[in-house]
């Protein structure tokens, strides 16, 4: 009978179905807000896949947490697992979380896509959050008859770890076991602990047991999560819980002779609900000595072994060998550091690429880490792949362990390509004559101050202000004085009577120092009759006074009378002089000058010169 | 009236135009070849006080905080670096080491998708240059003009120069104008990892994101101990300490 039993709580399904879903706790997001991602993993099997996000180029992506439940059905494990992400986004626009999916075996899911639209902050709808994930009843009471320390009362739960006192890093395995006399009705719903500051992993549920406890036989189910602190001091595990329905009132004995009817009898009567929980569970995590620490321990804990092969010994330089070098043990694999390889002057060393090959059962995390590169040799001979060390701490032995590889040797012939003629060596042809980087640096220092006196010149022209409105300002002044006088050039009329005082005058002076009265009296009077002509837009030849009379009172209508008499009478007095010479003295040509300059400046001034 | 930037440039300050003494340069370099990389910044910061247009002396200095390696050295190394870029963008070792240390950050030099040779021509001149370009051909086309205006004998033969000179100032004042309104405008450079990027001007505002050190940033506002940052690769912006950025400009 207990075999039965165990064979219907224990039998796995013959494929595990998986299945996948994934939820947000809003649609729309402002850019300096976030939302949450939930996804939701489950299978009827005791290992869970890890979903497989998809490319999210609009979102920065934070990992949140991950909770587990493991729920048993009439002897099948249905497990769930549940994964939190926190979406902060980057970028404004429709955004699609595409669908994440999960494999296990042969089954494959995923989930729907899921559209999100990015606003920004001030866009963003005042709408409360909804819930990830429908959200829970209250916790369920201890029920009377349940308890945690063991005794007993038909159902109950333990929980214990194999080590109160670990160094940071090494593995501490949790185990709770739940005892039940009864059968259940319901499934029994298992929900971890917190167990921050640590890295869990979880640890495939052994076997069920029977176990005696004060006269009475119980069924023994056990979970087991592998813990690793990561800090030093008190770490605390928090509360398991499990939830599960009981027969209320009777009690069915599984090993009593009369099992099958007290069994059905049962399924007459009503379930009672029953939360059962673990006490919390402080471990006082020990910090690594420092005493004995090798350089270069990269935070491995646990006991481990270290080797390196090639596949090929007996090669031709230039040609790729595969080294690959593995780390295996039992520890947090995971966090393993990659390996320093030491310096190999003699190769070319390509990058390394690491894989994870981890194995898990009651007793905790074991497996190995292989990380695998390619070298190839640049020279010819009997080349040594030193030994690579690998350092750790085993906490068995509370010192530091240093694991190294057996160095290797090659037996490189010479290659092809330091066969051939040295030449110039084309990108990408690999050569015994090819330059290798090395290492990455940042250039050298400058000894010389170069070229400072032109670049402080140039920020002396950009930084000139408004000095540079100068040439701006003569530009236009240029434009201005050269458009006027084009003007000006182009009406010789206005530019005569412009020119006109000026010319008189120059005649005036002129006749001052004229040899003889007779010049001096025709610059006189060619000075008054070339002004009048000008002024007036005549042929100065001709010109009579009687013309210049009647165009001085019809162009300058309110000149004073005694200007145009003293025209007349000036006139007059010049072909006086003119025609009788010899009657002619200095004092009259100088009177004469004297007269006409007073008499063109008050012209001037009468016409608006 | 030709002669007037040349009166400029003799205007200008003294110590823009004084390069640094070769003897005391070799001395800071003694001290960062010693590895005493504090002292040789410390030589550094004195020399550009006097020669602040120096590029060799901002991209010395950028080598010696980069070597330190203390908190905050690799962001002022860039914030150098960036100087030296901004007054000799034609320099290959200043451009190397720029684009070397902006990979620790998680940045590249040339903006992701342009061609190599179209981010080195693009940065052929620095923005003073062309801004000096851009003046000396706008006063070579207004004296050129006003000489046509004036000289009207002389017209046929100035007015190609002045043609020229014109078109060299729109060509100049384009690319220019192009560079101001691209790229960084008021660039800082975060001196602290992770440093904190608040949604708003104090303490009490949430923590946004955070921006690794040497992440270059633009500045857009500022209210007391705060800036107002954009990071243009992310388009994100919030405020920072100021004490967490060092302005570039």
Known sequence: MKALLALMLLSAPARAAVSINASVNKTTVALNDQIVLTVTVSADASSLPEPEMPSLPRFNVHSAGRSQSMTFINGRISNSAEYTFVLVPRLIGNAVIGPIGAHAGSQNAQTEPIAVTIVRPEEAPQQPAQPAAPAAGPPGR???????????????????VDKKNPFVNEQVVYTVRFHYAVPLLGNAEWAPPNTTGMLSEDLPPSGHQTASIQGRTYNVSEVKIALFPLTPGEKTIGKGSIRCQVQKGVEVDPFASDFFRQFFSAGLTMGEPVTLETSPITLSVRALPEAGKPPGFGGAVGRFKAKAVVDNASVKAGDAVNLTYTVEGSGNLKALADPSLPDMPEFRVYETVSSLNQTKDGTGVRGSKVYRTVVVPKVSGDLTIPAVQFHYFDPAQQRFVSAATD??????????????PVGFSAAGQASATAITTLSEDIR?????????????????VAGAGWLHALPAALLVLSGAFAAWRDRYEQDPVRARARRAGRAAEERLTRSRSAKGLHESSALVGEALVVYLADRLALPPS???????????????????????????RLWAEMERIRYAPTTVRDADVAQLRDAVHELLKALEEATGR | MRALPLT?????????LASPPPERLEAANRLYEASLFTEAADSYRELLAQSPHSAAL???LGNAYFRQGTPGALGKAIASYFRAFRLDPRDGDIRANLDFALRRSG????????????????????????AALFWLAFWAACLSGSAAFLAARARAAVRPVAFAAAAGAVFFGAWWALRLSSGFKAPAVVTLQDAEVRSGPGENFPVNFKVPEGRRVERLDEKGPWFEIGVPREGLK????????????
């Open chain 1, 142 to 160: 201890p029920q009377r008859g349940a308890r945690t320390g063991g005794g007993a009362a038909p159902v109950f739960v333990t929980a214990e």
């Open chain 1, 407 to 420: 160095p290797i040797v090659l037996q490189v012939a010479p290659g092809e390509a330091a066969q051939a």
């Open chain 1, 444 to 460: 050298h220092v400058r000894s010389r101050p170069g070229a400072d006196a032109v670049r402080a010149a140039a920020a002396a």
């Open chain 1, 542 to 568: 001709g010109l009579t006074m009687r013309q210049a009379l009647e165009q001085m009172r019809k162009r300058w209508p309110a000149l004073p009378e005694g200007h145009i008499e003293q025209v007349r």
């Open chain 2, 8 to 16: 400029l440039l003799l205007l200008a300050p003294a110590s823009a």
């Open chain 2, 58 to 60: 901002h991209y010395n």
């Open chain 2, 107 to 130: 940045e590249e030099l040339a903006p992701a998708g342009m061609p190599p040779a179209v981010f080195l021509l693009y940065n052929l001149l620095s923005a003073r240059e062309l």
């Open chain 2, 238 to 249: 919030g405020w920072i300490l100021k004490t967490s950025v060092e302005p570039v400009g």
